[in-house]
């Protein structure tokens, strides 16, 4: 594999990880708004997915379908063993940023999508320290 593409996939992993660690943090503040911790989480998981796909050279669309690209990574990744609501999540990606037709998040709501965030993005780790 390139020094490139390893690069690359690095600073996909690195940017999931910030986005999950703001998201974190966000939800330590009793203040936050519960749509700006869901986004980053959703952030977060896409980004972390997209960093197998382009380990595996594997070209992915242009969406914020976590679903659709989660179908992309092969089975014997240990991502693919997450229970995650990636429906869910991919709905944070655009509705959480746009006023719109549809109510407003819970703290639950973005703990949940924070904890289904860091399943994800854990297990992507795990894949890269076996490879």
């Known amino acids: 594999?390139?020094?490139?593409?390893?690069?690359?996939?690095?600073?996909?992993?690195?940017?999931?990880?910030?986005?999950?660690?703001?998201?974190?943090?966000?939800l330590e503040s009793r203040e936050a708004v519960p749509r700006h911790p869901a986004w980053l989480a959703q952030q977060a998981a896409e980004k972390a997915l997209k960093a197998v796909l382009i380990w595996l050279q594997i070209d992915f669309p242009y969406t914020h379908d976590l679903?659709?690209?989660?179908?992309?990574?092969?089975?014997?990744?240990?991502?693919?063993n997450v229970e995650a609501d990636f429906h869910r999540l991919s709905e944070y990606a655009v509705d959480t940023r746009y006023p719109g037709n549809w109510p407003d998040l819970s703290r639950d709501d973005a703990e949940k999508a924070v904890s289904d965030a860091r399943r994800v993005v854990d297990a992507v780790g795990e894949d890269f320290k076996q490879r």
């Open 1 to 26: 594999m390139s020094d490139e593409l390893r690069s690359e996939v690095a600073i996909w992993r690195r940017y999931a990880l910030e986005d999950l660690k703001q998201a974190e943090r966000l």
């Open 67 to 80: 679903d659709a690209i989660f179908r992309l990574i092969p089975e014997d990744w240990v991502v693919k």
